[in-house]
């Protein structure tokens, strides 16, 4: 059986054809590929299919996992993005400044603005 490979770079699925294939009846390959496209740090999203059907997906949000008020009320935040680590710091008047931490794999302006739009999505939460 033949496998399906897509990736969403936020636009929607697209077919992809890695250089490894995933093999048939090997769900450790479809895992294995998808941690690949995670690592790179570029997609939203990707999947797996098999004869139209699902049969691995995973979605690569970046999320925030620690927030600290720093003298003079700016606020660090440290986001997991698939590839790194990304800093922000918000302003209290709302304006985000950040940078992808030393070792990101990925493009690191892409993870800057989906850094900022996790830190948006926290603080609109509060």
């Known amino acids: ?3 399906q490979c897509q990736i969403d770079y936020g636009a929607g699925y ?3 054809y890695p250089e490894r294939e ?3 009846r090997q769900e450790e390959d479809a895992a294995a590929w998808l941690a690949t496209v995670e690592a790179e740090g570029d997609a939203r999203r990707a999947r797996v299919l098999s004869g139209g059907q699902v ?3 995973r979605v690569f949000d970046c999320v925030v996992v620690e927030s600290r008020v720093l003298p ?3 606020t660090r935040y440290l986001v997991h993005c698939p590839g790194g680590e990304v800093a922000v710091e918000e302003e209290p008047g709302g304006g985000l400044s950040g940078s992808a931490r030393s070792g990101y794999a990925g493009d690191a302006d892409r993870a800057l603005e989906r850094a900022f739009a996790a830190v948006r999505a926290l603080s609109r939460g509060r």
């Open 72 to 74: 003079g009320g700016n």
């Open 22 to 24: 995933v093999a048939a």
């Open 1 to 3: 059986m033949k496998y």
């Open 14 to 16: 697209e077919d992809v």
């Open 55 to 57: 049969i691995a997906e």
